[in-house]
């Protein structure tokens, strides 16, 4: 199908979906499109067209996609505040500018850091970026239960788009009890970063942000990683009393945007799902010796695995190079091998065991290892 746009609206696209420009021009989250640019919205996403002159799209819609236009633009004016403190902070010589945001499940953190990546990209000197993912159950870059991050200096319509250049597999999809992995992990990202110098870091984390369990372990977050700000993305209040412990100029609040979508639980796990596939595609079964691994934890060898239940694992090359995961299907208690089903080709040297268990078609099943 075919739409106008006038120019200061907006149409809001809900995947799975493909979008084309036919004429005119647009931008989604303050990245220009080119003529006949194609633009893929998942299931269970959505994405802002803004028409900065009369626009026309071409659209192919899946099952249950929707489409909706709204006059103006959907970007909160408050999404600019970080940009002054941004100049002041390299005015003052800070050579590297780190940037924490915070939020509630589907505040719309990553529409927001996307905006935040595009407009510091397209800025007027030309620079780096590096995004360092550390929501483990809504995973942009990378697989879901991964820590991951990406390099850049070019705009992107979703942080999906980054290339994963290094993981942290914490094998859990929330941190609620593996708070202390998961700060170990984004501190070891975020030193690798920083030994490649980019002009900025942006860190995104989950949404687990109510309550004294989660104030400790953002509070933690901040005390590790040492942010030069701190941006809260504010809907319903969620993320008040974390701010409340913060302060000075680089710590600020924003609105969500309010064509933010919320999703389901079962959406939210239907898009952990494709991160699996993403990273298992093309995948094949390999047989490994328990002896050529270092396996962790020690002790994380099942006795018995089910092919149906398999465990979703990491694999790593020498050091902490992040090979990919696979699934962990079955082990041969003789020869005392296992067999993973991985798209990774390069031989790994360490595996360790997470505790989401994946059937055959990679959906999650109930339970834990």
């Known amino acids: 199908?075919?739409?106008?746009?006038?120019?200061?609206?907006?149409?809001?696209?809900?995947?799975?979906?493909?979008v084309v420009v036919a004429s005119g021009k647009a931008e989604v989250f303050g990245k220009p499109l080119t003529p006949t640019q194609r633009v893929i919205i998942r299931e269970g996403k959505r994405k802002p067209f803004y028409a900065t002159e009369p626009l026309t799209l071409n659209l192919l819609l899946g099952a249950g996609a929707t489409v909706t236009e709204t006059e103006g633009s959907t970007i909160p004016q408050s999404w600019n505040k970080p940009f002054p403190v941004i100049e002041d902070l390299q005015n003052r010589q800070v050579k590297t500018v780190t940037i924490m945001v915070l939020g509630a499940s589907d505040a719309g953190k990553s529409s927001f850091l996307t905006y935040l990546l595009n407009r510091l990209l397209l800025g007027k000197n030309a620079c780096s970026v590096a995004v360092l993912d550390g929501d483990l159950g809504q995973s942009d870059i990378g697989p879901s239960a991964t820590i991951g991050y990406s390099i850049t200096?070019?705009?992107?319509?979703?942080?999906?788009?980054?290339?994963?250049?290094?993981?942290?597999?914490?094998?859990?999809t929330s941190p609620v009890n593996a708070g202390a992995k998961a700060v170990?992990?984004?501190?070891?990202?975020?030193?690798?970063?920083?030994l490649r110098?980019?002009?900025?870091?942006l860190i995104n984390t989950d949404g687990f942000v109510i309550g004294?369990?989660?104030?400790?372990?953002?509070?933690?977050?901040?005390?590790?990683?040492?942010?030069?700000?701190?941006?809260?993305?504010?809907?319903?209040?969620e993320v008040a009393e974390i701010m409340s412990y913060l302060g000075g100029a680089g710590v600020m609040t924003v609105e969500s945007a309010g064509t933010a979508s919320e999703r389901s639980p079962e959406k939210r796990k239907a898009l952990r799902e494709q991160t699996y596939t993403r990273y298992l595609r093309h995948s094949k079964l390999h047989c490994i010796p328990v002896s050529q691994l270092v396996v962790e934890p020690r002790n994380g060898v099942p006795k018995t695995q089910s092919p149906d239940r398999g465990i979703l694992v990491g694999l790593y090359h020498y050091g902490t190079k992040f090979l990919g995961v696979g699934v962990l299907r079955e082990i041969n208690i003789e020869r005392y091998t296992l067999k993973i089903e991985t798209a990774v080709s390069k031989k790994?040297?360490?595996?360790?065991?997470?505790?989401?268990?994946?059937?055959?078609?990679?959906?999650?099943?109930?339970?834990?290892?």
């Open 1 to 18: 199908m075919q739409r106008t746009v006038p120019t200061n609206n907006t149409l809001l696209v809900d995947g799975p979906a493909r």
């Open 197 to 201: 110098q980019p002009d900025y870091i």
């Open 348 to 369: 790994p040297v360490r595996l360790v065991f997470g505790k989401v268990l994946l059937d055959r078609k990679l959906r999650e099943v109930q339970g834990q290892t």
């Open 184 to 194: 170990e992990g984004l501190t070891a990202m975020l030193t690798e970063i920083n």
């Open 212 to 237: 004294e369990a989660a104030l400790r372990y953002k509070l933690t977050l901040i005390k590790e990683l040492k942010p030069n700000m701190v941006i809260g993305i504010e809907g319903k209040g």
């Open 153 to 172: 200096s070019k705009p992107v319509t979703e942080l999906s788009n980054l290339k994963l250049e290094n993981g942290y597999f914490v094998g859990v």
